[in-house]
Structures are given as structure tokens and as C-alpha cells.
């Protein structure tokens, strides 16, 4: 428009202190630089000690310093986005676009109906006209039990969205609701609808959890609904005929609230599936929904939540219309993506699931090269960009909502039945879903590699982070879970990297140089376990031999190490607190920094590389959302969880063990024969090394030797990684 005396819908502030930055991260290059000469120029001759283990280090250093690199993007050019949602109610108020909500289930068990309903009722709630709103239910369990929660939702809502917007509560997912809010700070005017809504909130529940516990539906419940004949006895979760049901049709005059006001769409959809037919996980759940819903409501904004994520601040719509309908920037924005934030996560974040540098830095970085990555739960798209629409300069989208009309009641049936077969198995074949349109298959983070092709279309995107988070979701509690989580991430990173949509060479060109960076940062994540695997394996073990790897300490090559050591860990710490970390988190994460780098990247990457050989196939692991009561427990005091016999485990362990023995060698070795004192002159960097590998692994050693409760190791797996550590100790040292 470039009309005079624009107020645009939103503003972007560049962080403060950046050209600080950019001095301070050179001066660290440079120390990287010097390592990589002293490295170069100091290679032990052919038959001299260490030079095998010299040459692995001077390779883990470059790839070291090449990461460190790639990770500079992030931190370079931080931006921050800020909203005016007064001036869009403004100008916009009447002509707000529909919005889609998605909310994808998969399974009853690890993903209880209580906390499915509670995301849908948090989104059914958002401050926002509700004839304009949907909400779309995908099941990919289709679980009857999920599908009877969501019928009795669809009547507490009645009750709940009034009073949310009566009393402008927050959050508005119930459970989140009554533990956060106590009834004594409710005034004596909302303290009836309170105790009201609370009751019948409860009653629900205990329907529901009654139902769970029985494992089943009831036959008198069964017969008042007749939605459950779409059960057939023959039918099982991997094997049925889609199942679809318009719960509340927000176009018939007839569904209104406790109040009288209009209640938004909701929709139950279990897409076909067949043993036949491979379904693609989340991608083909959603690409179903994007078909379906295309058909019931077609609204142009879809905002997609996973089951455990719910809305935490009910006019996070407002603040997504704001990017896509400022009349200057908007047209060319294709998706908002918010940061997923995690209502269990403990004090000290013992697994590190925060995410926090992720979301509180990098992913502003990314915004400063024209958009952030698509993450998945919380993330706002155009439909019309997410079914493969290109960018073109100057066209615009038309946001502007048309009512079509009521509808009646008869009508709802034949809607159901024509949106039905959008669902089915074979809807896609011949088609361009899963490619050009929709999400991308094949891939286990679906999302990363669809936003990077909406990128490399012209699109930019908005990574929106406001002081009141949009969406809480629940966190992995034990370290498996953690670590299966990241393979799937790792594995799926990769596979983009290999991917026709490599941001290394496809993105080149289609996308800002700083954004490739940004995204070759997340797709090498697994490449860094090699490294990072001979880093904490060989010097331990020339520490027990007592040969030095790195400069003594007389030498004026030691500086641009501890130089580097000191700034990179300094500036790493001060960053984490600042992100709301505390001391012993930022420990924390070291440790897991550590576990995820020699086991979840390790397997992912040999996933990948049997995968891309045709030996096996990507799968997708979901995270359980509930534990065991003693499971909890430990989570709660910070007690890590060990109890399981995972592979990954026998790797860490064996590591642990082998840095201990190690250090314990060389220190019954120092100490016998010329000393400590000299020892360390000689191998300063090495002691130190070995030393903080045993300090981040106290708590296994813990779980190893001298915890009793089920989540310490497992004694097949300690058994195991102590043979592999001793054998390899002693090999080395009387071998090599
Ligand atoms: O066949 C499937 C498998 C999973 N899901 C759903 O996908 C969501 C994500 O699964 P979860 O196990 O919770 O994975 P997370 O690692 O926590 O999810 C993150 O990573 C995923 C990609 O790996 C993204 O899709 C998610 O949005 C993002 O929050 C859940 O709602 C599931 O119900 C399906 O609908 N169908
Ligand atoms: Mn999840």
C-alpha cells in the first residue's frame, strides 16, 4: 500500500549488544585458527608416540571448529518480533480469516483422553469469534475412549467457554486451570461459576477416567450415542474404515452455548487405515485433516498442536494475524511458528528438555535471516502455503473471512458422509500429497523439512515468542525417553541433509545464506558424535598411558586453548542463565549435551546410513506422556533414570567407565612414580578432560554401584559396558 501514516500490525527489533558479539566471536575464531596450526604443526613423526591419536584429533577439531562456525548464524543477527493486536481488532475486527485448530493424538495409553480433551478445550476457548473457529480432532489410535472424552468435552464446553470468556481466565485448558488457581483468590462474584464449572469438570472426568479403567465402553453409554456403531467389532487401530464425526457444527443455529452464544466447530476424525497401506505417521494425519477440514470449515489459517500441548494464552491468534495481515510484510509470511514450552519440566531440568538456548536465542537468530524453523505443535500456517502454494511478488492472499451461510441440522450428515472418503488410504494415490502439497513423507521430523520447502518457494516465516507462552506441552521424564526423542530428531535432521531438499546445496540461493547455515546446523547434529566420541575416548586413554596430546603447560600454545575453553564455556554459561537456566541446569546440560552426542546422534546416524542402504526403515517413536508412580517420583527429585536396557545405555556406560578407570590409572600411576605435580605440567588439558568426564558421569556411576531402586542400571547392562571398558583399557595400554 506505502499509504501515509501506516501503523504497521507489528515491529522487529534486532537484539542489543550484537556488534559485542561479533568481536567476541572472532576473537574465539582466531583461537580456533591457532589450535588448528598448532594441531598442523606439531604431528608427531611416524613411529612417534600419540601420532595416530594426534591425526583423530586434529580431524575432531576441524569438524569442531567448522560446527562452532555453522552455530555462529544463530547468534549473529537476533531479532525480536512485538505485535500491536489493538490496532488489528481495529482495523480487522469484522474480517478476521477462519483458523483451523489440529490436534493430533495417536494412542490412548501414553496419551491419556483427559489430556487430549484438555488441549481441545484450551483451543476451543481462544478469544476469538466462534463461528470463525474449528477445531479437528485427528485420532490416530481411533480409540473409542478417546472419541467418547471428546463427546463429553463437546458438552463441558458448554459450560467452560462461557466461563473463560466471562471471567477472561487463564489458561484455558481446565486441568491447567484448577491446579494453577486457587478458589480463595476468586472474587465472591465468580466464586459460583467457579464452583459450578469445577463440579461438572469433575464429574466429566470421572466419567472418563471410569471408562479408562474399564478399558472399554459401556453398553449403556454405547446406545446413547450413535456415533459408536462406527465401531465395528472387526475393526482394530491399524485396521478400520475412517471414522468421522462433526461433534458441534458451529454453522448450525442450533449449537450454542450454556449462554446462547455460538460454539466453534468440532470434528472427530480417525483417517482410514488399512495393514496394506503404510499411514506416514503424523504427516499423513495431517494431511488428511488439511483435505477434510478443507471440506467442513476451510478456514485459511491452520494452527497445528500435538495432544499434549495446550493453549496457554488465548489471544495467541491475534498475535499470528498480526504477521499475516500487516498490509507491508505480511503478504510474503507463510507460517508463525511459536516456541514449545513445557509445563513438567523441574528446577534444574535434569534431562536438559527445555530446549531453553534453542528457543530463548537461536531460533531468534534464525528469524534474522527470514524465518525460524517449522517445529511442529504451535505452529500457525496459511493453508493455502502448507498445500504447496509458490511466492509471488506483488500477488496477494486474501485473508478476508465470507460467511456462507447457516446450516441445518439434516445437512451435517451429508457433509460427514461426502468429507469421508477425503480420508481414506487411497485418497493420495497419483497425487502430489506428501510431496508438493501438504506435509512431506518420509521423513520423522515432517515439519522441519516441509518448512524448509515452504521456505525455498519464496515464503518467509515469523518466530513469535511473546512474555506469556502460547503453549505448554509435557516433556520426556526419563533419560530413554529423552534420548529416543533426540534419535528421531538427529535421524530426521540427517535424512534433510541427504534429502533432494539438502539445505547444503537445494536450499542454495532459494534461501538466505545465514538461514542455510542456521538449518545445516540442526541437519549435522549427528555428524558431531564422531568427534565428540574420540574426543572423550582417546585422550583418556593416553592419559592412562601418560602420553600428552595437548600443550604442556609451560607452552604458549596452551593459550589459544584455554582461551577458547574459558570464552566458549563462559559465554555458554552466562547465556543460560539469561535464558532463565539455573547453575546446576547449565551442569545439567552438559551432561545430556553429552549423552546425546555419543548415543542418540550415534544410532541415528547408523539408522541413516542402514536406512539410506535399504536395511531398515524409519519409524516414529512417540513419546509417552504418563509414567509409573516411582518413575515420577525420581523425576520430581531429580533422580536419573537409568532403569532399562537400551543399547544407548551400554555406550554411555561403557564410556563412563572407561574414563574412570583411566583417570583412576593415571592417578595410581602419578602418584606412584613421578608425581602429580608433573603429571599435570605434562598433560594439564588431559587431566582436565578425563576429570570433567568423570564429574558429569557421577550420577551413573551412582546408578551403577550404589543405588538400590528400580531406576538404577540394569545389571546385564552394567556387566556388559564393564567388560567392553576394561578390555579396552587394557588392551590399549598393553597393546598399542
Ligand atoms: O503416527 C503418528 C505418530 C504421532 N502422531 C502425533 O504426533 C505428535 C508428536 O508426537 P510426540 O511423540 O509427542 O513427538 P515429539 O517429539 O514430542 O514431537 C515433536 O517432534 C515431532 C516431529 O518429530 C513434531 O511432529 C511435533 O510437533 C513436535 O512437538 C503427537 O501429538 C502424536 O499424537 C500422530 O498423529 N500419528
Ligand atoms: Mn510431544
Known sequence: MGNEGYLPLFETRRAKGTVLYRVFAASIFAGICLIWVYRLSHIPKAGEDGRYGWIGLLGAEIWFGFYWLLTQASRWNRVYRYTFKDRLSQRYENELPGVDVFVCTADPTIEPPMMVINTVLSVMAYDYPPEKLSVYLSDDGGSELTYYALLEAAEFAKHWIPYCKRYKVEPRSPAAYFVTVSADAIDDDQAKDFWVTKKSYKEMENQIQNAVKLGRISEEVRSKCK????????SSRRDHDTILQILIDGRNPNS??????????????AREKRPQHHHKFKAGAMNALIRVSSNISNGQVILNVDCDMYSNNSIAIR??????MDEEEGQEVAFVQFPQNFENITKNDLYSNSLRVIYEVEFHGLDGYGGTLYVGSGCFHRRETLCGRKFIKGS??????????????SRIHELEENSRSLASCTFEENTQWGKEMGLKYGCPVEDVITGLSIQCRGWKSVYCNPSRKAFLG??????????????????????ILLSKYSPAWYAHGKISFGLQLGYCCYCFWCSNSLATLFYSIVPSLYLLKGISLFPQVWSPWLIPFAYVIVSKYTRSFVEFLGCGGTILGWWNDQRIWLYKRTSSYLFAFIDTILNSLGYSDTAFVITSKVD??????????????????SPMFTVLATLAILNLYCFLGFLNKAISGEGIAEAYEKMPLQILLCGVLVLLNLPLYQALYLRKDKGKMPSSVAFKSMAFAVSACICFQYLY
Not at 257 to 268: A, I, K, N, Q, S
Open 227 to 234: 456415533g459408536f456403531s462406527q465401531w465395528d467389532p472387526n
Open 256 to 269: 450454542r452455548d450454556v449462554e446462547g452464544c455460538v460454539l466453534p466447530t468440532l470434528v472427530y476424525l
Open 319 to 324: 498475535d499470528v494475524l498480526c504477521f499475516f
Open 396 to 409: 496477494k492472499i486474501d485473508m478476508k473471512w465470507e460467511f456462507s451461510g447457516q446450516r441445518e441440522e
Open 474 to 495: 509435557v516433556a520426556p521424564t526419563t533419560l530413554t525417553q529423552t534420548l529416543v526423542q533426540h534419535k528421531r530428531w538427529t535421524e530426521g535432521n540427517f535424512q
Open 628 to 645: 509409573d508412580e516411582d518413575v515420577s517420583e525420581r523425576y520430581k527429585k531429580e533422580v536419573m533414570e537409568f532403569g532399562d536396557s
